[in-house]
């Protein structure tokens, strides 16, 4: 997703229509965004959901602190207000913040991916047992 930003700092809130794509998986990790009103689902690469994201939630970080493109889609499943936050935002927090808390974070954020990917791995396996049994 581009966004015509003035300045790499500013925050920008956007309005996303029910069934929006806001991002998809391998797309650039180039901005956060936090639920200002409204709801997000994540789905994982092949389609299973992983989260349903209400006001307040900040999603879209962690592709950003692994320094990978997206694990994952996030669309808006009601007519949602976003804040759209740059990367450099978090760069700049990051650095601010004791190194001990940014290593924490990195690692929880590798946590999360394979978690992610271990409930997909289970959930394709059991769509392929579920079809088996189904015959």
């Given amino acids: 997703m581009v966004l015509n930003m003035v300045s790499k700092s500013i ?3 956007k309005t996303f229509a029910k069934d929006d794509i806001i991002y998809s998986h391998n ?3 180039d901005f956060i965004y936090l639920i200002e009103s409204g709801e997000v689902k994540i789905l994982s690469k092949n389609g299973l959901q992983l989260g349903l994201l209400q006001e307040g939630e900040i999603f879209g970080e ?3 602190i692994i320094k990978t493109p ?3 889609s996030a669309i808006a499943t009601k007519n949602s207000l976003i804040k759209i936050i740059h990367e450099n935002v978090l760069i700049k927090k990051m650095n601010e913040s004791d190194p001990l808390l940014s290593a924490i974070i990195r690692g929880l ?3 999360i991916g394979d978690a992610n990917d271990l ?3 289970f959930w394709i396996e059991r769509d392929i047992y579920k079809s088996i049994k189904d015959q």
């Fill in 62 to 64: 962690v592709g950003h």
């Fill in 27 to 29: 797309d650039l990790s």
């Fill in 11 to 13: 925050i920008q809130t």
């Fill in 70 to 72: 997206r694990t994952v």
């Fill in 119 to 121: 409930a997909e791995k």
């Fill in 109 to 111: 954020s590798l946590r």
